[in-house]
């Protein structure tokens, strides 16, 4: 576990986390920690489907070990412009990375792949991505279709 709160700062935890087999590892520190960090239960199509549970750190509070984000293989869909991460070799889901859409570099990445983690114990928000909360273009559920090469 990480900082203090003396001077402000605000306290935070750091994790190991990773894929099944090991070929992905990495560590991402989050402020607030979990248990007290709220992580996203989204119902869109893609989260329910890979299984996320996402909390969103900032990119230089992640650590890939070993290269590990090079080794990540990627699926996108909807707009296309995210990367949604996995072990190429285990099907692991490790997260999104949001580089090509934030204005910060962020990554969601999911509880799932965290060491030592008891997701029974996490504080989440649901979020009806289903039914397009914002952002839209990331959680309306829907699909590219792509034979026509446009939504429905
Ligand atoms: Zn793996």
Same mark, same amino acid.
């Given at each position: 576990m990480g900082a203090s709160e003396q001077g402000g700062q605000e306290e935070s935890g750091t994790y190991e986390g990773g894929c099944h087999c090991g070929y992905i590892k990495f560590s991402v520190t989050l402020s607030p920690p979990l248990p007290e960090y709220t992580v996203m239960n989204c119902s869109c199509s893609g989260c329910f489907r890979l299984g996320y549970l996402l909390v969103y750190p900032k990119a230089k509070d992640v650590v890939w070990h070993n290269d590990g984000r090079k080794r990540c293989a990627s699926y996108r869909f909807? =707009? &296309? =412009?995210k990367d949604q991460m996995f072990c190429? &070799?285990?099907? =692991?889901s490790i997260g999104i990375d949001f580089e090509a859409v934030h204005k910060e570099h962020t990554y969601g990445i999911?509880? +799932?792949?965290?060491? $030592?983690?008891?997701?029974?114990e996490l504080n989440y928000k649901k979020l009806? $991505?289903?039914? +397009?909360?914002?952002p839209a273009y990331d959680l309306s559920g829907h699909i590219w279709d792509e034979e026509k090469q446009e939504m429905r």
């Open positions: 909807n =707009t &296309k =412009t190429p &070799k285990c099907g =692991t999911s509880v +799932r792949a965290l060491y $030592g983690i008891n997701i029974d009806k $991505g289903v039914t +397009r909360v914002e």
